[in-house]
């Protein structure tokens, strides 16, 4: 089984929709981020939480937000979907001591 | 702000033929340098990660360096196969634990 698990892994919806994507993780590890991926842009960090009680704010913050249901759950959610939040999105762990960094597979969405 | 640049865009080279990757960066405060192996479509594979404090990693075929007082990393793949065609990305992690990536090198390698 993968040890960063995302669902769904692809999602069409439609301008103004709520949407959640999840994140789950068997690793063990405190540190969960949110990222997208944009053609040309790279990766950009969205969100990342230390522990269950810590949340913070990464570069492009504005348009999401997020929920860290339990330590190895760590949610993203678009209140009011819009198009130029079509991207891929990556979750992703890591341990306290090395910060090696471990994603899932991805969440492929699409606002129409 | 820390600025991740990787040169070059793409590359494609003939299968045998060893593989070179750059990636320079601008503060070198960093906690760590990582580089990650990205698909089609897919998601992120950690490749080599090194400390700070280490110049180098080896695994198989690929071996890494890091410069930090020069503020460059340098991927290299021995004896290139096409299963090594994919985009390769570095990523820097700040001492707060959060990465900056680059945008990657497209690499094709020909059979």
């Known amino acids: 089984d993968a040890d960063v698990t995302q669902t769904p892994r692809n999602r069409i919806t439609k301008t103004g929709k709520r949407i959640m994507l999840e994140c789950s993780q068997t690793?063990?590890?405190?540190?969960m981020y949110w990222y997208r991926q944009d053609p040309g842009l790279g990766l950009r960090l969205i969100y990342y939480?230390?522990?269950?009680?810590?949340?913070n704010k990464g570069e492009i913050s504005d348009g999401y937000s997020v929920s860290r249901q339990a330590q190895a759950k760590f949610s993203l959610s678009l209140e009011s979907a819009i198009p130029n939040q079509t991207a891929l999105y990556f979750c992703?762990?890591?341990?306290?001591?090395?910060?090696?960094?471990?994603f899932g597979p991805g969440t492929r969405l699409t606002v129409l | 702000k820390q600025e991740v640049t990787q040169i070059p865009a793409a590359l494609s080279v003939p299968e045998g033929e060893n593989l070179v990757l750059n990636c320079s960066f601008t503060?070198?405060?960093?906690?760590?340098l990582q580089w990650f192996r990205q698909d089609p479509g897919k998601g992120l594979t950690s490749l080599l990660l090194?400390?700070?404090?280490?110049r180098e990693q080896t695994s198989g075929r690929l071996n890494a360096s890091l410069d930090k007082s020069s503020g460059r990393s340098t991927l290299y793949i021995a004896a290139s196969q096409p299963g090594d065609s994919a985009t390769y990305l570095c990523?820097?992690?700040?001492?707060?634990?959060?990465?900056?990536f680059g945008a990657g090198t497209q690499v094709v390698v020909t059979p």
């Open positions: 992703a762990t890591s341990d306290r001591r090395h910060n090696e960094q471990f």
């Open positions: 690793k063990g590890h405190d540190r």
């Open positions: 939480s230390f522990d269950v009680k810590d949340i």
């Open positions: 503060d070198s405060a960093i906690y760590n």
């Open positions: 090194i400390q700070s404090s280490q």
């Open positions: 990523a820097l992690t700040d001492s707060w634990g959060k990465l900056q």
